[in-house]
């Protein structure tokens, strides 16, 4: 990799582990767009499109959206002018036909994933988090079970895709534990050298 290399990067955990949070800041220390498919999705549920009712209908379920539909979204995303010179996405790729799509999609451009963040949390630690976040939020579908769902779906469903860019050499795993502010440094140190700012 060298200096002028886009910061094309991933970030991934399980859901709670911090992530949006994170990718704010990364996104922001690159100068580069955080693309978040949670927040498009729930942008398109509040305003009632089309794509936020089957969205909702989907998620209310603890179950993920299909690739077809996420894959069209991601596709016109980063065919926007602030994703020309790198992007960090949250939230995908998150199966593996997602992660063909991706990669078929950089590989036109003659592009590829820089780097993928992986943030390491404990399991029941983060179930707290997001029931607590639930109860502040007023978040009504953020059950325990639905929030436990939401891990076994990530860890069946999400954990092949970092099996993929880890044999590409991708992956950077972090410590997702400690404070927004020490995972933060965590993460710029672990891609200091893989992708200089």
Same mark, same amino acid.
């Given at each position: ?28 220390? @690159? ?60 939230? @995908? ?60 779906? @990530? ?43």
């Amino acid at each position: 990799m060298t200096e002028t290399t886009p910061a094309r990067l991933l970030i991934v955990g399980p859901p709670g582990a911090g992530k949006g949070t994170q990718a704010t800041g990364l996104a922001a220390a @690159y100068g580069v767009p955080a693309i978040s498919t949670g927040d498009i999705f729930r942008e398109n549920i509040k305003n009632g499109t089309e794509l936020g009712k089957r969205v909702q209908e989907i998620t209310a379920q603890g179950q993920l959206v299909p690739d077809s539909l996420t894959n069209e979204l991601i596709q016109d995303r980063l065919a926007q002018p602030d994703a020309a010179n790198g992007f960090l996405l949250d939230g @995908y790729p998150r199966t593996l036909g997602q992660v063909d799509f991706l990669t078929s999609l950089l590989d036109e451009q003659g592009a590829e994933i820089a780097a993928v963040v992986q943030l390491v949390v404990d399991t029941d630690a983060v179930v707290a988090r997001l029931l607590n976040r639930a109860q502040e939020q007023g978040r009504v579908d953020d059950t325990e079970e639905v929030i436990r769902h939401r891990q076994d779906v @990530y860890a069946s469903e999400t954990a092949p895709v970092l099996d993929v860019y880890a044999e590409r050499g991708a992956v950077v795993q972090v410590d997702g534990m400690g404070t927004p502010d020490e995972v933060a440094a965590g993460i710029l140190d672990a891609l200091s050298e893989r992708l200089p700012r």
